[in-house]
């Protein structure tokens, strides 16, 4: 079946043709799974080794980002960072987009008991401060790189659930659901088949937007002190480390962190706009 | 056994609130009727009377409250609605969509929305064979197969019309049942569907259940008409026979109510709203309130549907054979020309246009000693 | 090629004259049948040996010095409710697709045949002649010439669509109700329905004994009184004939106009017509200079009285088969024949009645006027599968209300020519009615000639 593959990348060819941002998001989406996937590899220095440069000095030649208190390379560090960071928010996000979109979509479709229970699940968890409750839920369950990402795919499971639900039960009542029903699909083949399906678009500018919010998250979690724990090198960490020597005019050791943070959410930002395109083949033409 | 389809007293009620009282809408209220094999069977009524719900009782996309629907002489008012995807009398019985539009999965191309009823309901396995099978029936509905790869937002209205009746037809189903097939389609598409829905009933061996608002497009494409009111049939009969001889007080106002000078103006419904459908009297006929020739009798005794004469039903006090029904039956009977209902019903029609002729000519008064002109020359 | 000559006339005088030979005029009419005819269907059998042996039969008789007949070499054709020998008689119908061939020609084929005439074949009708638009469902429908997505008219179509594509210059119809004159309005040709009894039926398929008419359609008036001419004569073996000597008509064209009182007929004549109609029988009526308008009373009654006899004989006619055999009939005059069966003698007999009434009040009429004129059909012809038409705001039945105009005069049996006329603006002919007393088919000769002579009738 290659024509199907010719035609899927004619259409990415067209949707990225099309919108100038979205070239430069799935650009930038590239650079960083590069930096992700051979990032190790291309890093300068080692990114826990310490002193390899004289501690705390500014952006060089030698050092593009400069070192920090320990004499790490920050560069290095930086790019090792995208792989952890990235690496947390795909599976935190994939965790809680496919079982908060599974439940969402089954809540939405046959309602009754399902809907109750799922939707009394979503409360709960709407009812905390979603950053306090990941605090809790790190505290509860240890200081794991592991926890975080359950933790952060347990806080966002309610909005993955609401757009599926609401989705879905608006699906339900659609022409072509009740035509595949006569087609011959079950009810089950039917949610997976037609509805879950047409419930994706949305679903994925939900995921981008989250993507963003994740690494923010974990980040967030890092600054405080929980998760991830030095000398991992990861953005968050690195901000917090980097925050104390601002005042001092070690601007770097923070900045440079916290920039490529901005611009990695930023990028997912954008990215969740072109992936909706792609995937809903009524804005094309 | 050449009854397709059978329901009796079939009955749908919907539990509604209502003031915060607990009531019920009874959208199909013990219907009686069949279809036979090979037979296009038309439904008319006005949007709420109940036919979308009958519909969806037929096709089993919804359960029935109370009655029975026997396909085939098999009982499958039991069967849930959530399991007759699986049952194998799924594939007798497909339906065309009033908006082709919204019938249609976005995310499928034509080929794969004709496609996937094959694989679901029919043994044919493996690509060549299935798609095979969808060109088949894009070729009955003619549908060009460049456009099978497309999808429905790149369609024009009468080619989804098309994918959505090749999609029903391509798993042969003896039943067809559309819901106003050509209702959201422009005026000039809707004549190329019809002819299309024409030439199919006569190359394919299918009952077609057509059902409409629109007495005019029933009329050239049904051999039977079934009229329905307020969730219950009130009148039956050869589309034609209907058509030229409405004996219920509805269908008479129905034709009155048609461009073109069809029925009389006395025939149309008098004012006042429809009765409700939530906790209807069951000693009241439907119409009453609304009928020009509403009496007494109407408001006191429901009238069953009957039959009045050979093919002809209807649910009102005041309609019996007349007498050139009577008439006919005995003159068939004496000269032994047996003939089945739906020609009885048009021969009794045919029957009528000759006797107003005939009173056209008792009219004009002539002298006592006319005598015929002479024929016999010896 | 030399041009041949396309008129009965001109060929016979040709013929006369040595200058074209009976096998040339057989073969270019043969010809021409299988180039067009495909495209009409108006033919169901053609008998191209029989024409050739007619043909060598007149060359024979030519060169043998003797004189010449006055259809000689003439090519015709005729419904095929008429008897040829060694064909069967379809009369349109499945049902007597099985029969046997006839034995013999029917009487006016043979009187077609000892004029010169050459029989090119059998023409394409409605079933059991009844219908007015050739929709057959077995056979096929006939097409117009003029455009071939409309109906050719009936139950004479093929007759109709033979001589005005040019096929032949002569055909034989009948017409029960309007059969000749409604295919001649809708192909724009001349036709001729004679007094009920003029012309023997002997050896055709009846429709009702009460109304059928035979007579000749014509693409100009001194070809159709030719055939008339020759066609005329008694014949004792047909008991509705009159029996009445030859009346030839063909020097009295002449005479045109002179000395006859003209009136168009009104009323009901203008209710049943559409615009174009009444044009056209106003126009007719200026260029014959009537004197006004005259109505007829209880036209109504009469065309339902013509209905109840002809659904009531035409039934009885057909009553064994349609118990029998009720599978063989068009669905559609099925149903009308049986109940039509089915009628209570004392509502035919009424009719009857009324008839004889009704023929009186139009011989009174006839007292005063010479020629009446109505337009033939209420419109020109209509798409073929048309089922309703509007005439003058009230939708009607197409088929069975073509002929609204012309089965109230055949009901009392009085002779009409159907001139055809274009009017301005019209891209379909349509055809005026020419109505005389009773055996005066040569005053509505005379009136078409007329007509023809002042160009009214040409395109």
Same mark, same amino acid.
């Given at each position: ?9 004619q259409t990415l060819r &067209?949707v990225?043709?099309?919108? +100038?941002l979205?070239l430069a998001?799935?650009?930038?989406f590239?650079? /960083? ?9 291309i890093?300068p ?7 390899v ?6 952006p060089?030649?030698?050092?593009? /980002?400069g070192t ?9 560090r930086?790019i090792?960072a995208?792989?952890l ?10 965790i809680?987009?496919i ?6 979509? /089954?809540a939405?479709y046959?309602?009754?008991w399902?809907?109750?229970?799922v ?8 009812a905390?401060?979603?950053f306090?409750l990941a605090m809790?839920?790190?505290a509860?369950l240890?200081?794991?790189v ?6 952060t ?6 909005f &993955?659930i609401r757009?599926?639900?609401a989705?879905s039960?608006?699906l339900?009542?659609?022409?072509f ?7 011959g699909n079950s ?6 088949h037609?509805i879950?399906?047409n419930?994706l ?12 919010w994740?690494?923010l998250n ?8 929980l998760?991830?724990?030095?000398p991992a ?5 690195m901000?917090?480390?980097g925050?104390? &020597?601002?005042v ?8 440079? +962190?916290g920039a490529?943070l901005?611009?990695?959410? /930023?990028c ?6 072109s ?10 033409t | 056994?050449s009854?397709l !389809?059978e ?5 749908k009620?919907?539990?509604?609130r209502v003031k915060?009282?607990?009531k019920l809408l009874?959208?199909v ?7 036979d ?5 038309g439904?008319?009524?006005e949007?709420g009377?109940?036919?979308?719900? !009958?519909?969806?009782l037929?096709?089993?996309?919804l359960?029935i ?5 026997r396909?085939?002489?098999?009982g ?8 007759m995807?699986?049952h194998p ?5 497909q339906m065309v ?13 034509a080929?794969?929305t ?5 694989c679901l309901l029919t043994d044919t ?21 460049e456009?099978?790869?497309?999808y429905p937002h790149?369609l ?8 959505g009746?090749?999609r029903?037809?391509v798993?042969k189903?003896r039943?067809?049942v559309?819901d106003?097939?050509?209702a959201?389609l422009?005026?000039s ?5 019809l002819?299309l !829905?024409d030439r199919?009933k006569r190359e394919?061996?299918m009952?077609?259940l057509?059902v ?9 494409l ?8 307020l969730?219950q049939?009130v ?6 026979e209907v058509f030229?001889?409405?004996l219920?007080?509805y269908t008479r106002?129905?034709i009155a ?9 006395a025939? !149309?419904?008098?004012?006042?709203d429809?009765?409700?459908p939530i ?8 119409l009453?309130? =609304?009928?020009p020739?509403?009496?007494? =009798?109407c408001?006191?005794q429901f ?5 009045i004469?050979r ?7 005041f309609?019996a054979p ?6 006919v ?5 004496l000269h ?10 048009t021969?009794?029609t045919?029957?009528?246009r000759?006797?107003s002729m ?5 009219a ?5 000693d006319s005598?015929?002109a002479?024929q016999?020359?010896? | 090629?030399?041009?041949l ?6 060929i016979?005088a040709?013929?006369a004259r040595?200058e074209?030979?009976?096998r040339e005029?057989?073969a270019?009419?043969l010809a021409?049948?299988?180039e067009?005819n495909?495209a009409?269907n108006?033919?169901?059998?053609v008998?191209a040996?029989r024409?050739l042996?007619e043909a060598d039969v ?6 043998r ?6 259809l000689?070499?003439v090519?015709y054709?005729v419904k095929?409710l008429?008897?040829?020998a060694?064909?069967t008689?379809?009369?349109?119908a499945k ?5 046997p061939?006839a034995?013999?020609?029917?009487a006016l084929?043979?009187?077609m045949?000892s004029?010169?005439?050459?029989l090119t074949?059998?023409?394409?009708m409605?079933?059991l002649?009844y219908?007015?638009t050739?929709e ?5 429908a006939?097409h117009n ?7 050719a008219?009936g139950s004479?179509?093929?007759s109709?669509a033979a001589?005005?594509a040019?096929?032949?210059?002569i ?6 109700n ?6 001649a309005?809708l ?8 007094t009920?009894?003029?012309l023997p ?5 009846p ?5 059928d008419h035979l007579?000749p359609?014509?693409a100009?008036?001194e ?10 004569g008694p014949d ?5 004939c009159?029996?009445?000597d030859?009346e030839?008509t ?11 009182r003209?009136?168009?007929l009104?009323g009901?004549?203008d209710d049943?017509?559409g615009?174009l109609?009444r ?6 009526a200026?260029a014959?200079?009537?004197r006004?308008?005259?109505?007829l ?5 009469a065309?339902?009285?013509a ?5 009531a004989e035409g039934?009885a006619l ?8 009720p599978?063989?009939?068009?669905p559609?005059?099925r149903?009308r024949?049986?109940?039509g ?8 007999s ?5 008839r004889?009434?009704f023929?009186e009040?139009?011989?009174?009429a006839?007292?005063?006027?010479d020629?009446?004129i109505?337009?033939?059909?209420p419109?020109?012809?209509?798409l ?5 038409m509007?005439i003058n705001?009230?939708i009607?039945p ?5 002929g609204?105009?012309t ?5 009392i049996?009085?002779?009409v ?5 274009w009017?301005d603006?019209?891209?379909?002919p ?5 109505i005389a007393?009773?055996?005066r088919e ?5 009136a078409?000639w007329a007509l023809?002579m002042?160009?009214?009738t040409?395109?």
């Amino acid at each position: 079946m290659t024509s199907v593959w010719q035609k899927r990348l004619q259409t990415l060819r &067209y949707v990225v043709g099309e919108n +100038p941002l979205s070239l430069a998001a799935f650009l930038l989406f590239a650079a /960083f799974v590069l930096l992700a996937l051979v990032g190790p590899s291309i890093a300068p220095f080692d990114a826990l080794a310490s002193n390899v440069g004289a501690p705390l000095s500014p952006p060089s030649l030698a050092h593009w /980002f400069g070192t920090d208190s320990l004499g790490r390379d920050i560069l290095s560090r930086v790019i090792i960072a995208t792989r952890l960071d990235l690496g947390i928010a795909v599976a935190a996000v994939g965790i809680s987009c496919i079982l908060g979109g599974l439940a969402g979509a /089954f809540a939405g479709y046959f309602g009754g008991w399902t809907d109750r229970i799922v939707g009394r699940l979503s409360d709960t968890i709407m009812a905390f401060p979603l950053f306090v409750l990941a605090m809790g839920i790190v505290a509860a369950l240890g200081n794991t790189v592991a926890n975080i990402v359950i933790a952060t795919a347990v806080i966002n499971l309610p909005f &993955y659930i609401r757009v599926a639900r609401a989705e879905s039960s608006v699906l339900r009542n659609a022409g072509f659901v009740e035509a595949a029903r006569l087609a011959g699909n079950s009810e089950v083949r039917l949610l997976f088949h037609h509805i879950i399906p047409n419930i994706l678009p949305p679903m994925t500018v939900q995921i981008s937007l989250n993507m963003g919010w994740a690494i923010l998250n974990a980040a967030g979690l890092s600054f405080i002190g929980l998760g991830v724990r030095p000398p991992a090198a990861e953005w968050g960490i690195m901000v917090a480390e980097g925050a104390q &020597y601002i005042v001092s005019g070690e601007w770097w050791i923070a900045l440079f +962190p916290g920039a490529v943070l901005m611009l990695a959410v /930023f990028c997912f930002n954008l990215l969740g706009d072109s992936l909706r395109d792609l995937v809903d083949p009524r804005r094309r033409t | 056994m050449s009854q397709l !389809l059978e329901a009796i007293d079939l009955v749908k009620r919907f539990p509604v609130r209502v003031k915060g009282r607990k009531k019920l809408l009874h959208a199909v209220d013990g219907l009686n009727f069949h279809i036979d094999a090979g037979e296009t069977v038309g439904l008319v009524g006005e949007s709420g009377c109940g036919k979308s719900t !009958l519909v969806r009782l037929l096709t089993r996309t919804l359960d029935i409250t109370d009655g029975h629907v026997r396909f085939r002489g098999q009982g499958i008012g039991l069967i849930a609605a959530r399991a007759m995807a699986d049952h194998p009398l799924r594939r007798e019985i497909q339906m065309v969509f009033q908006d082709p539009t919204d019938s249609l999965n976005p995310r499928y191309t034509a080929r794969q929305t004709i496609a996937e009823a094959v694989c679901l309901l029919t043994d044919t396995r493996g690509t060549a064979a299935i798609d095979s099978a969808v060109e088949e029936a894009a070729a009955h509905v003619g549908l060009p197969p460049e456009l099978l790869d497309r999808y429905p937002h790149q369609l024009s209205g009468g080619q989804k019309a098309r994918v959505g009746i090749a999609r029903a037809i391509v798993v042969k189903p003896r039943l067809l049942v559309l819901d106003e097939p050509t209702a959201a389609l422009d005026v000039s598409v809707q004549a190329v569907i019809l002819q299309l !829905l024409d030439r199919l009933k006569r190359e394919m061996n299918m009952s077609f259940l057509f059902v409409s608002h629109d007495l005019n497009v029933v009329r050239l494409l049904c051999d039977r008409v079934m009229v329905m009111y307020l969730g219950q049939i009130v009148e039956t009969g050869p589309a034609r026979e209907v058509f030229a001889r409405p004996l219920h007080p509805y269908t008479r106002a129905l034709i009155a109510s048609l461009p073109g000078g069809h029925g009389n103006d006395a025939d !149309l419904l008098v004012g006042g709203d429809p009765q409700s459908p939530i906790d209807p009297d069951a000693h009241r006929c439907r119409l009453f309130g =609304r009928c020009p020739r509403g009496a007494e =009798r109407c408001e006191t005794q429901f009238p069953p549907l009957r039959e009045i004469s050979r093919g002809r039903s209807a649910a009102c006090h005041f309609v019996a054979p007349t007498e050139g029904d009577v008439y006919v039956d005995a003159a068939l009977a004496l000269h032994q020309i047996d003939v089945d209902p739906a020609r009885r019903a048009t021969v009794a029609t045919e029957f009528e246009r000759l006797a107003s002729m005939a009173t056209l000519v008792q009219a004009v008064p002539l002298p006592d000693d006319s005598l015929p002109a002479p024929q016999y020359r010896p | 090629m030399s041009k041949l000559p396309t008129s009965a006339t001109a060929i016979a005088a040709a013929f006369a004259r040595g200058e074209v030979s009976a096998r040339e005029i057989s073969a270019a009419t043969l010809a021409r049948i299988a180039e067009r005819n495909p495209a009409l269907n108006a033919y169901t059998e053609v008998t191209a040996a029989r024409v050739l042996a007619e043909a060598d039969v007149l060359d024979a008789a030519r060169r043998r010095g003797e004189p010449s007949l006055p259809l000689a070499a003439v090519p015709y054709a005729v419904k095929n409710l008429f008897d040829i020998a060694g064909v069967t008689t379809l009369a349109g119908a499945k049902l007597l697709a099985g029969n046997p061939p006839a034995n013999a020609d029917a009487a006016l084929v043979a009187r077609m045949q000892s004029a010169g005439g050459l029989l090119t074949g059998a023409l394409n009708m409605d079933a059991l002649a009844y219908g007015f638009t050739t929709e057959n469902t077995h056979y096929g429908a006939t097409h117009n010439p003029h455009d071939p997505m409309r109906t050719a008219g009936g139950s004479s179509g093929g007759s109709g669509a033979a001589v005005a594509a040019g096929l032949v210059p002569i055909a034989l119809g009948s017409d029960t109700n309007g059969s000749i004159r409604v295919p001649a309005s809708l192909c724009g040709i001349f036709g001729l329905k004679p007094t009920y009894g003029r012309l023997p039926r002997t050896g055709s398929f009846p429709f009702v004994h009460s109304l059928d008419h035979l007579g000749p359609l014509a693409a100009c008036v001194e070809d159709l009184a030719l055939a008339y001419d020759v066609l005329q004569g008694p014949d004792v073996a047909d008991p509705a004939c009159a029996q009445r000597d030859i009346e030839t008509t063909t020097e009295a064209l002449q005479c045109g106009l002179e000395g006859l009182r003209v009136a168009r007929l009104a009323g009901y004549f203008d209710d049943h017509a559409g615009p174009l109609a009444r044009a056209a029988s106003r126009h007719a009526a200026q260029a014959l200079g009537s004197r006004g308008d005259i109505e007829l009373p209880e036209v109504d009654a009469a065309r339902a009285a013509a209905f109840v006899i002809t659904a009531a004989e035409g039934g009885a006619l057909h009553l064994a088969a349609l118990r029998e055999r009720p599978e063989d009939f068009e669905p559609l005059s099925r149903e009308r024949l049986t109940a039509g069966a089915l009628l209570p003698a004392a509502w035919v007999s009424r009719a009857q009645q009324l008839r004889a009434w009704f023929r009186e009040q139009a011989l009174i009429a006839f007292c005063d006027v010479d020629l009446l004129i109505a337009p033939a059909t209420p419109v020109s012809a209509t798409l073929l599968g048309q089922e309703t038409m509007d005439i003058n705001g009230r939708i009607l039945p197409t088929r069975p209300s073509m002929g609204l105009l012309t089965q109230p005069i055949s009901f009392i049996g009085l002779p009409v020519v159907v001139a055809p006329m274009w009017i301005d603006g019209s891209t379909l002919p349509i055809g005026v009615q020419l109505i005389a007393a009773p055996w005066r088919e040569d005053i509505c000769l005379r009136a078409a000639w007329a007509l023809q002579m002042a160009g009214v009738t040409a395109r």
